[in-house]
């Protein structure tokens, strides 16, 4: 406690990516077009709007009891992410389609990536070849943090500032920016202490949202 106390330091923290970084990201993919992008496309907007770890990205299935830790029901008003394992236990999350701007929704995005890879089972994001091939390899963790930080790193951001977190945090951040409620944001990421959940809410203006401006003098 006392070392802790003489070298005190905020704890380091990846950066998160918002709302508007993924919708560069997501026009950089387009432009590009094959289909590394269009699964990086489905693969970054499902865990962005999931507010999902890497390992909750990874193990997505096409449909339950297929091997993975949890799997995708979608509806006509989006589609919910059953996480049947999973660090804080199972929880299902509701995303809704996009409907302001649909070519950057990911339930379209997802839908699209699996029609244009064929997969009608098994894990959702596979592994690609450096020849362009799709294979049955499930992704892992390490390649989906390789692809959040190359998307970032288009946009100039320095990859040390970025991970996989930064999926997860961006989305919480920019829904809390937004005025999401606690409560919502809580369902969503499946914490337990509240605590925590706030320790993900990393505002980029840290001015603009501070609580001093709800007092009316202020």
Not at 50 to 58: D, H, T, V, Y
Not at 64 to 91: A, C, H, W
Not at 93 to 103: E, F, G, I, M, T
Not at 168 to 186: M, T, Y
Request: proline share 5%.
């Amino acid at each position: 406690m006392g070392i802790r106390r003489h070298h005190a330091a905020p704890p380091a923290r990846k950066q998160p990516l918002m709302i508007q970084d993924m919708d560069r990201i997501l026009d950089s993919l387009a432009a590009k077009g094959d289909l590394r992008a269009i699964r990086n496309s489905a693969m970054l907007m499902v865990g962005w709007a999931g507010a999902l770890r890497r390992s909750e990205i990874s193990g997505l299935d096409v449909a339950r009891d297929q091997g993975g830790n949890g799997y995708i029901e979608f509806s006509g008003q989006g589609m919910d992410i059953i996480l049947v394992r999973s660090k804080t236990g199972p929880r299902s999350v509701a995303v809704p389609l996009r409907k302001r701007v649909p070519d950057k929704c990911p339930v379209r995005l997802l839908q699209r990536w699996l029609d244009e890879a064929g997969i009608g089972a098994g894990p959702i994001f596979r592994r690609i070849t450096p020849s362009g091939i799709l294979t049955n390899d499930r992704l892992g963790g390490a390649s989906i943090s390789a692809a959040v930080k190359t998307a970032a790193k288009r946009l100039g951001i320095s990859s040390a500032a970025i991970g996989g977190h930064s999926l997860r945090a961006g989305s919480v951040s920019s829904a809390a920016d937004a005025g999401a409620s606690l409560a919502a944001l809580q369902a969503t990421t499946g914490h337990k202490q509240l605590g925590t959940l706030m320790g993900y809410i990393r505002t980029r203006d840290r001015f603009a949202s501070s609580a001093l401006w709800a007092l009316p003098n202020w």
